[in-house]
Every structure is written in C-alpha cells, then in structure tokens.
T-cell receptor
Framework: DTEVTQTPKHLVMGMTNKKSLKCEQH?????MYWYKQKAKKPPELMFV???????INESVPSRFSPECPNSSLLNLHLHALQPEDSALYLC???????????????FGPGTRLTVL | GQSLEQPSEVTAVEGAIVQINCTYQ??????LSWYQQHDGGAPTFLSY??LDGLEETGRFSSFLSRSDSYGYLLLQELQMKDSASYFC??????????WGAGTKLIIKP
C-alpha cells in the first residue's frame, strides 16, 4: 500500500462547528505532516509528527489541534474556524525525518474545507 | 533564512522540451526536491538532488549545481497531461521543506 488517504474529501462547516480531518498511511512511515494550501500558493506547513511526537508546530492558531493516535493515523481537530481558514488541507508522510529528512513526502488527496 | 525563486509561469508546445529553473538561498544545503501538482490535486514527488549533476527519471530530469545555488527540472516529449504546477523545495537544518512559489506549466497543442 503506497498511498495516503484522507477523509472527508470535502467539508463545509460553520464558525461554531467542531469537526475533524483524518489521515492514514500504511507505508510504515514515521513522519506525518499537515499542510494548508491556498489557491495558487505552495503548501504551508502546519504540524509535523515524528515517531508519533509533535516535532514542529508552525505557530498555528489553537483552533487547529493535531493528534497522532498511532504511527499510521493523523487527525486534525477543527474548532471555531474563521472564513479565512477555507483552504485545501493536505496530509503527507515520509519515511524518517532523521535519516532522510523531509525531502520525499507522499501526499494524500486533501480535504477541501469551506468555512461559512 | 531560506528562499527560493522560480518563474511563475512557463509555456511550451506539446512534444517539446521545457526547463524550469530554481535558484535558492539557504543557510546550509541539504538537498533540492521537485514536486508536481495538477489543479485540484495533491503534490506528487518527482525527484531529489543532493549532489551536483543530473538525475534522470523517464521523461523528467533534474539538475543541481550547488556552487551556483541553482537547479532545474527538465521535461522532455511534453504531453498535455504535464500541464501542472511544479514546485522546487529545499530542506532546512531543522529537516523541514521550504517551498518555492511554484511554476505553472502551460502546454499548447
């Protein structure tokens, strides 16, 4: 299995809602990432987990809360989002940050989030 | 700090060859990667150069010159399906990728 899966594909939520994005990989990768991508922009790193521990948190607002339940799963919990948070949210994984860095990452198809 | 420059848009003809350039400024160099992203899709890893020279993978090749802080992605025998955005990215000392702004490749028949 050489893919990263994400659910849901599309999500529309109000500013008072709580929702979660889910990501899964079965490649035995030990690093997993959340990115946010706006149209015509590069992916913007939000969080990195390495060996199930939060490694990087790029000053992301607390309304985004990551969780790594095990080495195959990554969640992003959303609460009280703003319309400007509407974007494509991408999950990615890589083999091992310490040995190969972040150079080769495998991306999931993303969740298209719209905040009303 | 880290920064990368690549053209915002390149246009080429189907069947031709196109080169997408990337120059970078980094405090330490740990490799240059290339990703492809189709509209509405996710980025897909294309290649990685840690050492100087050319890496070839089918119709795609990637070149690196560390002394010039420069690399390029070469696409041969262009096909319409190659129309996409192409990102170069470098790894910083904390292992994370710093992405260029992306080059939109437009292919005309």
């Amino acid at each position: 299995d050489t893919e990263v899966t994400q659910t849901p594909k599309h999500l529309v939520m109000g500013m008072t809602n709580k929702k979660s994005l889910k990501c899964e990989q079965h490649m035995g990768h030990r690093a997993m990432y959340w990115y946010k991508q706006k149209a015509k922009k590069p992916p913007e790193l939000m969080f990195v987990y390495s060996y199930e521990k939060l490694s990087i948190n790029e000053s992301v607002p607390s309304r985004f809360s990551p969780e790594c339940p095990n080495s195959s799963l990554l969640n992003l919990h959303l609460h009280a989002l703003q319309p400007e948070d509407s974007a494509l949210y991408l999950c990615a994984s890589s083999q091992d940050r310490e040995t190969s860095g972040d150079n080769e990452q495998f991306f999931g198809p993303g969740t298209r989030l719209t905040v009303l | 700090g880290q920064s990368l420059e690549q053209p915002s848009e390149v246009t080429a003809v189907e069947g031709a060859i196109v080169q997408i350039n990337c120059t970078y400024q980094t405090s330490g160099f740990y490799g240059l990667s290339w990703y492809q992203q189709h509209d509405g899709g996710a980025p897909t890893f294309l290649s990685y150069n840690a050492l100087d020279g050319l890496e070839e993978t089918g119709r795609f090749s990637s070149f690196l010159s560390r002394s010039d802080s420069y690399g390029y992605l070469l696409l041969q025998e262009l096909q319409m399906k190659d129309s996409a955005s192409y990102f170069c990215a470098v790894r910083d000392p904390q292992y994370q990728l710093i992405w260029g702004a992306g080059t939109k490749l437009i292919i005309k028949p």
